[in-house]
Each structure stands twice: as structure tokens, then as C-alpha cells.
């Protein structure tokens, strides 16, 4: 086995496509998660650290010795929309499935080891996708504890191949009337391979949770040590030994994400952190007032407002491209970073928000999906910057760092607030920025806010946001021909971010929404509710 590689800076890593270990997770026992594609791959290590388990996503094709510098604990092999057979199949080395760690491989991650170890799969006769009932023939490792009412559990299948000959070595475990071999596992003693058909990890797998961590403690016989607490102390001892003496600064925008690494940062740090909060014009109504009294009232820092929306705004004129937008934005906040730094003391260190949706959905891997979008403080930052980059939370998803915020004892009016994109309204205005335009959707997205409060379905949505469109309608308001704008309604459930499906808000609501945006909006005659889940959209529309 390889030596562990080099250790990258503690915080504020960025990362490449080759993915250096992280500093927080290095710290505890680990399970890797190599992606080939699937929609579900996020939810799988979700999953395990729901089970107080650090897991990571890697891309399938991470070089072999680097896997093993990891010193996993676990690996899971994830679905994916490639057959084994296609000319450009996504694959591992065989040697990987021969190093003796702990391999779970799902779906296409199953195929795989099918596939390289001997085995053949072949076209189902039938597409095998939604629920299908498990029979299951050995309830020990992994089905361990699935008697019951677990007796025939309903298991998530999506596949088109499935297993027409196990690998030598290899027995069933469990089935369905479609798959022979639902599930699989490695009878040589010397490997601890076990492979799956259909998602654990999807809730519509009863006992999908309980499969992973019967593998997780089970079989890779990890300890539950991953908590926020735990994660609290270590990244605070982390940033205080980065920063040293140094002066920090943080980028306060006020949401969820921005306060708790402002709060970590202040327990590090104390009085060395100063935060910045930037109008930048692309705000919700009343924001900025909103955030100065909430941090005056709960939190003894040194906070500075910048009043740059002109500049903002200047910068963005003429802007339509989204992924420009981003870069702009990420770009001019940097830009007033560095001039308040030089008059307040030479501040060499920022602190951001940055999360691992963020991460995840600002690289392009070979294997899952594309860059879905350039977030302004993943990939929108100059590659020059003179700050060094501390983002505390870029390894969490939010509902870790909801927990992590209630360990802080943050208040429930900041850890709860729906999320609020860095680049604002901006992205939430498809076309050229103007200061009309920021006008229509400000109101649009406060009578949203209002009306989803005033019917107690704000805790009840992950977000809930209007977006306004470059497009123009015929109406009729006040028996007079009107050509206006037309806003789009947008409001999504979820738990991470990662996946959504829109609200069912009732037609009084939204019919509440409808009516006092085109009576109380000047200049939007039309109103649309968006039906999307996420895949195959994203929540916000750039």
C-alpha cells in the first residue's frame, strides 16, 4: 500500500480534479464514494454520515495509488447511466477489487464487479425501474437484523443490465421476480465485496439505511465518530492553527451558510475576525438592515456594512449569460475584500460559506455529471486573489450545517432561513440586470416570502423564491391592453440541496401569490408556477 499523500493546506483547500484528501475528514475513519454518474450518488454519503460515518465522493476515475493514500475504510461503488459494455464504459483497475478493502458496489457499481471479475451481464428483458418487493436468502452482513415486517422489503431498482452469471466466487443473497441475483456477495474469505442491484440510499427502499450501515459498521467495521461536535472542535482547533496571529476577515451575507462559518470563525479567532457585509444591490427587501440588527443583537462582532450596489449593478450591465454573471459578481467581491483589507490592517485571511453542493456542482467530472453551474465562490473567484481562503463548511451539506449551527448556539431565525444564492437576484433575473428589473423581482420575491410565512408553509419548503423571465404577455388590467413581464413561482422541497421536487403549495396560496403580485408588481401582468423537480432542473433557473 502506498504512503498517505502529502497533506494539503487545513483550510481552504481548493480543490482539483484530483481531489486531495480533506483536513476535517482525515481525522476519522472514512468510506469513499467513487462516482460513475448516478443521479443518487450525493444521497449515498449523505447517508452514511447520517450514520455518524465521515463519507467523501470521489470520481470514478481518481488514480489507484491516490485511492489507497486515502487509507479507506470502505469503498461504495455508485450507480451510473453507462451499460459495462459501452465502448467508453466508465471503470476501476481490477487490483482495486483486489486490495482488500471493504467494496460496496450498487447497480452499475455492481455490474462493474461483474463485469471485471469473470461474471457477465446482460440486457434485462425488461427495464427494471421504481419498486420492486426483495426476496432475501441470507439475512446475515448486510440484511442483518431484516426479519419481520423487513421480511420482503420493497427495494428502488433503475436498471436496464442485470447479472446473468455471478463472478466465481460469489453467491446470491437476494432477489426479485425481474433479477435473479438482486443482490451478491464475495464467498471467499479473503475479499469483502458485496454488491447490490437496486439504491439503498433512496428513501423509497425500505431499510435502504439500515443496508448501509450494517456494511459501514458491520462489515467495515468503522465507529459512529462523525458528529458536528466533534466536527466543531476539530475545525476550530484547525483554523487556529492556519491562521496563527493573523487577521481575518468573513464574507457575511446573512444566510444559514456565511453565519455559522462566521460564528466557527469567531470561536477561533475572536476579535482578529472582522465581517464584511456587501450590498451589492441584488439583495432581498429589507436584507441588510435585516442582517446588521440580527448579528448587533445575538453576536459581539466587529461587523462592517459596504454600500457598493452601484458598482455592482455598473459591472453586471449589458449581462445576460448566468455563468458570466457569477464570475462578475465573485470577482467584485474580492474586489471589495481587498480594498477594505488594505485599510483595516492587512487582513491575509477570508473566510466563506462554501458548502460541498457547491464543490460537487462547480466541478466536472468524467463520470458524473457535468459542471451544472459555476458558483461564485467555488469557480467564480479570480485564479489571483492576495487572500488565502478559509471555508470551513466546504465539506458539508446543509442539513449538517443546520446541526453545526445549533452546536454553535446560533438562533433558530438565522439556522432556519431558506437558502439565498450568493450572486442574489441576479441569477434570479434571467437576462440583463437592470436597476427596473431588480425593482419587479424584489417586490415579486417579498410578496413569496410573505405569503408562504403568513400560512406557516415557510418551515415546510426548502425554498420558495420568484424568478422573473425575459419574456413579455398580452394582458388586460383595468379594461386596458397591457404587454408586461411575466414572473415565475418557484418552491421546492429537500433535505440537502443535492435533489428536489416542487411543493404542492394548495391553489389558495398560490392563487393568494398570483393576485397580489400582478396587483401589487408594476409592470408584471402574468404569473407561472414552475413543476420541475431537480433532476432534471435546478432549483434556481441559472
Known amino acids: 500500500m502506498s504512503s498517505s499523500p502529502k497533506k494539503p493546506p ?3 483547500q481548493r480543490l482539483s480534479s484530483s481531489f486531495s484528501p480533506n483536513a ?14 448516478s443521479q443518487y ?5 449523505r447517508r452514511i454520515r447520517e450514520s455518524h460515518v465521515y463519507a467523501e465522493i470521489l470520481p470514478y476515475n481518481v488514480p489507484f495509488t491516490r485511492i489507497l493514500g486515502y487509507r479507506p475504510d470502505g469503498l461504495v461503488l455508485s450507480g451510473g447511466p453507462s451499460s459495462v459494455y459501452d465502448r467508453k464504459a466508465p471503470t476501476v483497475p481490477k487490483q482495486l477489487l483486489d486490495a482488500g478493502i471493504p467494496i460496496l458496489g450498487i447497480c452499475y457499481g455492481m455490474q462493474l464487479v461483474t463485469h471485471l471479475l469473470g461474471g457477465i ?21 448486510l440484511f442483518k437484523g431484516f426479519h419481520g415486517e423487513k421480511d420482503h422489503p420493497t427495494a428502488w431498482m433503475s436498471h436496464g443490465d442485470r447479472i446473468e452469471r455471478m463472478p ?3 453467491s446470491a443473497i437476494a432477489r426479485t421476480s425481474n433479477s435473479p441475483v438482486a443482490a451478491m456477495k464475495a464467498t471467499d474469505r479473503g475479499r469483502r465485496i458485496y454488491c447490490l442491484q437496486f439504491h439503498p440510499e433512496v428513501a423509497h427502499t425500505e431499510g ?14 468503522v465507529k459512529p465518530d462523525w458528529t458536528m461536535r466533534s466536527f466543531k472542535a476539530e475545525t476550530i482547533a484547525a483554523i487556529r492553527a492556519q491562521v496563527g496571529t493573523g487577521k481575518v476577515l468573513c464574507a457575511l451575507s446573512g444566510g444559514v451558510d456565511s453565519s455559522v462559518a462566521a460564528a466557527l470563525a469567531h470561536e477561533a479567532v475572536g476579535d482578529r475576525l472582522t465581517c464584511l457585509f456587501v450590498d451589492h444591490g441584488l439583495l432581498r427587501e429589507g436584507e441588510a438592515k435585516l442582517v446588521c440588527e440580527t448579528f448587533a443583537r445575538h453576536f459581539k462582532l466587529k461587523l462592517k456594512l459596504i454600500n457598493a450596489a452601484s458598482r455592482f449593478i455598473s459591472a453586471l450591465e449589458s449581462v445576460s449569460d448566468p455563468e458570466r454573471k457569477r464570475k462578475i459578481i465573485g470577482r467584485a467581491f474580492i474586489k471589495e475584500f481587498e480594498g477594505f483589507a488594505r485599510g483595516a490592517g492587512k487582513a491575509e485571511w477570508l473566510v466563506q460559506g462554501t458548502l460541498y453542493p457547491d464543490v460537487i456542482e462547480s466541478m466536472s467530472f468524467k463520470g458524473p455529471s457535468a459542471t451544472i453551474k459555476t458558483h461564485h465562490n467555488v469557480g467564480g473567484l479570480p485564479s489571483r486573489m492576495r487572500f488565502r481562503l478559509i471555508e470551513p463548511l466546504r465539506e458539508l451539506f446543509k442539513d449538517e450545517v443546520r446541526e453545526l449551527g445549533r452546536e454553535l448556539g446560533l438562533p433558530e431565525e438565522i439556522v432556519g432561513r431558506q437558502p439565498f444564492p450568493g450572486p442574489g437576484l441576479a441569477i434570479r433575473i434571467l437576462g440583463p440586470v437592470t436597476k427596473e428589473r431588480l425593482g419587479i423581482v424584489r417586490k415579486a420575491d417579498a410578496i413569496v416570502e410573505h405569503e408562504i410565512l403568513r400560512v406557516g408553509y415557510y418551515d415546510r419548503v426548502w425554498q420558495a423564491f420568484a424568478v422573473l423571465l425575459p ?10 391592453r397591457t404587454y408586461d413581464n411575466v414572473v415565475a413561482v418557484r418552491a421546492v422541497t429537500s433535505v440537502d440541496g443535492m435533489t428536489a421536487d416542487w411543493a404542492r403549495l394548495p391553489a389558495d396560496v398560490l392563487g393568494s401569490i398570483s393576485t397580489r403580485i400582478t396587483n401589487e408588481v408594476k409592470g408584471v401582468n402574468r404569473v407561472v408556477f414552475d413543476i420541475s423537480s431537480k433532476p432534471p432542473s435546478t432549483i434556481e433557473w441559472e
Not at 41 to 45: D, E, R, W, Y
Not at 471 to 478: A, F, I, L, Q
Open 10 to 12: 487545513i483550510i481552504g
Open 24 to 37: 476535517m475528514g482525515s481525522q476519522h475513519q472514512r468510506i469513499l464514494v467513487l462516482d460513475f454518474g
Open 41 to 45: 450518488t450525493q444521497l449515498i454519503a
Open 121 to 141: 451481464v446482460a440486457r434485462s428483458a425488461h427495464r427494471e425501474y421504481g419498486p420492486a418487493t426483495l426476496q432475501i436468502d441470507d439475512r446475515t452482513d
Open 168 to 170: 466465481p466466487g460469489f
Open 208 to 221: 435502504g439505511t439500515a443496508i448501509l450501515r450494517n456494511f459501514v459498521y458491520d462489515v467495515c467495521g
Open 471 to 480: 419574456v413579455r404577455t398580452v394582458g388586460v388590467m383595468g379594461d386596458q
